[in-house]
């Protein structure tokens, strides 16, 4: 099966950058005949608020975004995670780690290294040096990515917007140390079981995009390194050209109905966002051009308002 997919964070309400990515993902999924799956990354259980899942669906559903299928949640999927970390395992592939975030950044590098790019520390820890460590703090678990050094190996995949996307690929991280699978391991094992091919998201994650290839490759074979078809799009930024924040003011769809802007005048102003006519979105996808969408963030002001209408003023 071919498929789109949609996987907010249940950590609250979805801001206008959310709504926005998702209106593309699912008119890029449309417009390609896939169907739309749901997906909520929810491995971080100190971040999820409990009924925001119902709500941001109620939301998406609210602009016209649908979706195909049963809606995934990562927090009921670690035997899944693990299996997969056990196959890399036995290849040994798999170490443990025991470096924190400032030790990490505080680390000396090679020359060719990207910045935040782990450095090996324990990559070549002795067994009783690990056994030592493990008294100290629990292990999260990395990938060894090469037997000559961290970081050593490059990939590029391809991007229907931004071109070649290439990437030097680290010793990521598979399972961080509360046991709970990392982010790019549970979204390549998702992807490829629920027979996702195109992913459409913030161009944020865009440097992701090269490890999450490579790691496919190594689980599910050298074919399946470049199944997924990337879209990294454009975020939605504040007056001050800020990532878009719920603290900016009203930029839930909640937040503007109480303004009395409507469901439909939201859904309007994202497609006028992205050059694209009114809804709804089954008349637009004939008019959706992934190669004519802007390739430049959106600036919202929240300061906005709504007209008598209910619908956004054109600040054009």
């Known amino acids: 099966m071919s ?79 693990d299996d997969a970390v056990t196959h890399l395992s036995v290849q040994g592939l798999v170490y443990e780690c025991f470096c924190t975030r400032r030790e990490i950044q505080e680390a000396d590098r090679a020359p060719h290294a990207p910045p935040g790019a782990y450095p090996g520390t324990c990559r070549n820890l002795s067994e009783d040096e690990r056994a030592r460590r493990r008294h100290q703090r629990p292990p999260a678990l990395r990938l060894r990515v090469s037997e000559d050094a961290a970081g050593a190996h490059e990939l590029s995949v391809r991007d229907q917007l931004l071109g070649q996307i290439t990437g030097t690929v680290d010793d990521l991280v598979l399972v961080r140390n509360d046991g709970a699978a990392a982010y790019n391991l549970a979204v390549v094992v998702d992807d490829h079981l629920t027979g996702v091919d195109q992913a459409v998201r913030g161009d944020d994650l865009a440097s992701s995009a090269p490890r999450q ?101 054109d600040p054009s």
Do not use: C, M
Request: no cysteine; aromatic share 8%; proline share 7%.
């Open 213 to 313: 290839a490579y790691l496919r490759g190594l689980l599910y074979g050298p074919e399946a390194q470049q199944e997924v078809s990337y879209a990294h799009v454009p975020l939605v930024l504040n007056a001050e050209g800020k990532r878009l924040a719920k603290r900016d003011g009203a930029v839930t769809l909640e937040q503007l109905n109480s303004q009395g802007v409507t469901a439909e005048a939201v859904r309007d102003r994202l497609l006028l966002s992205l050059g694209l006519p009114p809804g709804p979105l089954d008349e637009v996808v004939k008019d959706f051009d992934p190669q004519a969408l802007p390739s430049e963030p959106w600036i919202f002001d929240a300061g906005e308002t709504s007209d008598a209408g209910g619908a956004y003023t």
């Open 3 to 81: 498929a789109g997919r949609y996987a907010p964070s249940p950590s609250g309400d979805l801001h206008l950058g959310n709504l926005r990515t998702a209106l593309l993902a699912w008119l890029f999924a449309a417009s390609t005949d896939r169907p739309l799956l749901l997906r909520y990354e929810d491995l971080d259980a100190g971040r999820t608020v409990p009924g925001s899942a119902d709500r941001q669906r109620r939301d998406l559903e609210a602009l016209g975004i649908t979706f195909s299928g049963e809606v995934l949640h990562q927090s009921q999927r670690k035997e899944i995670y």
